[in-house]
């Protein structure tokens, strides 16, 4: 082609990436609303068609009294304010530094299991995670992770974390 003279670029005459993203919630128990975010992406060259589904996310999230929430499955925990730099993203499956408005969603969450008890101004969550159907990649694939955070909101100007990861 006029932009890829004698096929120096290495790549194909056409190529096509789609990508569809389904992300919601149902309802359907009282106080245990379903959560889930599926990916499905398609690749077309002129030689092959390739096709992937990816289940990002699928967890149930109950309320337990008053105070307790328990979080069931594979999804992502987010511990970090920022987008870009995520020192903190353990319960993801990537480090998605790429993707800094998070618009192409590459990143999945990892099997976990996490129970929050929430107050007005402090919560504490515990997190157990084993990703064991997974290969062991060096970026929460694989392996098995337990955390701690306690955190505490001091009016409008302090809002401070104690975080341990194992």
């Known amino acids: 082609s006029y932009l890829n003279p004698n096929g ?55 309320v337990a009294g008053d105070n307790w929430v328990i979080n069931l499955g594979k999804t992502q925990l987010s511990w970090d304010t920022s987008t870009s730099f995520q020192p903190l993203g353990f319960f993801q499956d990537s480090e998605n530094l790429y993707d800094l408005t998070y618009i192409q969603s590459r ?15 402090w919560s504490s969550t515990l997190v157990y995670s084993h990703d064991a159907w997974s290969k062991d990649t060096g970026f929460n694939s694989g392996i098995e992770q337990w955390a701690y955070l306690f955190q505490w909101l001091g009016g409008d100007q302090i809002d401070a974390s104690l975080i341990v990861q194992k």
């Open 8 to 62: 120096i670029l290495n790549v194909e005459g056409m190529t096509h990436e789609t990508a569809l993203i389904a992300d919601g919630n149902l309802a359907l128990v009282d106080k245990a609303p379903l959560s889930y975010r599926l990916k499905t992406q398609s690749n077309i060259t002129e030689k092959t068609h390739n096709w992937d589904t990816t289940i990002q996310e699928l967890s149930i999230n109950a």
């Open 107 to 121: 990143s999945s969450g990892v099997p976990l299991v996490a129970v929050s008890y929430l107050q007005s101004n």
